[in-house]
């Protein structure tokens, strides 16, 4: 996987994922890891709001992930955190997804595909227990994305543009507003 090919948020997550294995002196990087950290509030990007729009309850989520994490088993005094066959596979199955959207990049959202796809993993079932099927992620991923590519770095900046700078006086005024 080539790191330059990752957006600013999915490197990121990585990090973040590889530096809580760390903390938790866990010897390789697991999907959970990944899940908990794209789940929480150090990583911004479009999984929150996806899942928020699925109605996953995402610190519930959170909290399921820190206790399979606080399961693994510890090594003390190596500072090495290695990718697991999991992680490895899960990177490459986000990769695919990455070119099933014709993007340039691989970013969150893709990793969150890859994460539902993992069923012999606690992160994939811990989404599909909450309802996550593939069909309605790729439809809130429609809504959130529209029909944006991820071409940049950053394609965040880009989605939900609309509504972010904009007012719905419309919608305002259909409440009284």
Known sequence: MQMDKLTTNARKALAYAIET????????LEPEHL?????????????????KKLEVPVEALRKEMDGVLAKLPQVHGADDVLTSKRTGELLSAA????GGFND??????????????DSRGAAGRALAE????????????RDVRGSERVTT?????TYEALSKYTRDVTAEARKGK
């Open 153 to 157: 770095e950053d394609p965040e900046a």
């Open 130 to 141: 909450r309802g996550v099927r593939r069909e309605l992620l790729l439809a809130a991923l």
């Open 95 to 98: 990769d695919k997804a990455r």
């Open 104 to 117: 340039e990049y691989l970013s969150t959202e893709h990793l969150l595909l890859a994460l539902l796809e």
């Open 21 to 28: 294995a760390r903390a938790r002196h866990h010897q390789q």
């Open 35 to 51: 899940l908990f950290e794209l789940a929480g509030d150090r990583v911004e990007g479009i999984v929150k709001p996806i899942l």
